[in-house]
């Protein structure tokens, strides 16, 4: 996938969690409906072949950057699961955006969501918009430290009882879109339920 795929894909994720998160309250009753999971049941929250998004109702992302660590909550922001088939290809991803629109992260991956696998980040965006200054965005970078090597997404769990997912990411992110532009290692982690 191109750079500019790349940037588009992680931006339709981006837009995917901020129309979610508008929607939060509308829709989480309903996705608990839809789920109807008990504690102790094997049922599938969706199978795998088929794409769509889900809202953690519980759970946390946490992402840390330079000296930094922000976490966002499933309780009171906004956090999705994305499942998408664009053409053929498969792509998942995670997006988050809080409760004041403030903080918002997606990373995504050209692969399905299969649980002890890991796979390789295609596309990741991190905004903060601080009150009275310029926002900050830090994007993929262009300069990977090996070529085409832009971090991995792993996933420990998928789509099990109350589980969403979880799992681990790591990548590097650059404050601009230059070539040879400094970057900077950014790891988190995701651990979403729907009860």
Do not use: W
């Given at each position: 996938m191109g750079m500019l795929s790349t940037r588009i894909f992680c931006f339709f994720m981006l837009i995917s969690a901020?129309?979610?998160?508008?929607?939060k309250d509308e829709n989480v009753k309903n996705l608990k409906t839809e789920t109807s999971l008990q504690a102790d049941s094997s049922i599938q929250l969706n199978s795998v072949s088929s794409p769509g998004?889900?809202?953690a109702s519980k759970g946390t992302l946490k992402i840390k950057i330079q000296d930094s660590t922000y976490t966002f909550?499933?309780?009171?922001?906004?956090?999705?699961?994305v499942n998408i088939n664009i053409s053929g290809e498969e792509y998942y991803g995670v997006t988050a955006i809080n409760k004041a629109h403030t903080v918002s992260f997606g990373i995504s991956s050209p692969a399905a969501p299969i649980a002890e696998v890991t796979s390789y980040v295609s596309g990741c965006q991190f905004l903060l918009r601080a009150p009275g200054k310029k926002n900050l965005e830090y994007t993929?970078?262009?300069?990977?430290?090996?070529?085409l090597d832009f971090g991995t997404l792993a996933i420990e769990q998928y789509n099990q009882d109350t589980v969403l997912a979880k799992g681990t990411f790591r990548t590097y992110l650059a404050k601009d879109t230059k070539l040879n532009s400094p970057f900077y290692v950014a790891e988190g982690s995701f651990d979403l339920k729907v009860k």
């Open positions: 901020l129309f979610i998160s508008c929607q998004n889900y809202l909550d499933a309780e009171q922001d906004s956090i999705a699961f993929l970078t262009r300069s990977a430290p090996l070529p």
